[in-house]
């Protein structure tokens, strides 16, 4: 018997190498309508509400055209700034998708989230995608793995949350379920580190070791 009956991932760093494309795409619009623009370290620390949450704080009345300009920017840029799915994680998504059932919860805004899911051929997978747009607070609050946990009616104790932010960790704590963070591109891999999930993997191939050998003898 499986281990897990719900998995759940991330988005970004997790499914995607997408930080670069993330980063450029809020200074493109920066530049544009503030006229300035922000390290990677200050973008970072915006994560939490959606792009457009923030977006509409920092614009005001040119928000509607930032945003335009946003998605515009996001969705051409992908091969540009290398923003691919990890080698492997669509293969192992896709086996996955056979006896699991699969979610995503992200802090990304909807639109945003489709967007790099069709872009890296992931999009139909997935039972369920609950986004920043779908709940109330923002990671890390646990609505979005309850969300999946509800409309399925699933054990608690078998569901897993996959993710590489601190965040992701906090959220799959109070939630009740078992969380996996990923280090392969974790832009806060020492605080991660130091939080104790319950399994860490360097790499694709060994989560997907492990998640192929997760069956209870």
Known sequence: ??????????????????NELIFATFNHVAEKFLKRSYSPKEITALFGPTEEVILEEMMHDNFKEAMMDYYTFYEMNHSKYNAYAYKGIVDLIRELKNDHLLSI???????????????????????????????????????????????????????????????????????GVKMASVLWDCYAKEKV?????????????????????????
Do not use: C, W
């Open 193 to 217: 580190l130091s939080m104790e999930s319950d399994y860490y993997f360097n790499t694709v191939d060994e989560l997907k070791s492990f998640l192929s050998n997760s069956h209870i003898k």
């Open 1 to 18: 018997m499986k281990k897990f009956d719900g998995i759940i991932f991330d988005i970004d760093g997790t499914l995607t190498s997408t």
């Open 105 to 175: 919860y992200t802090g990304k805004g909807r639109k945003s989230s489709e967007i790099t899911l069709n872009n890296i051929g992931a999009l139909d997978y997935f039972d369920m995608i609950v986004t920043g747009d779908d709940i109330e607070g923002h990671k890390p609050s646990p609505d979005g793995i309850l969300k999946f946990v509800d409309n399925f009616n699933l054990d608690k104790s078998r569901v897993l949350m996959i993710g590489d932010a601190p965040s992701d960790i906090k959220a799959a704590r109070t939630a």
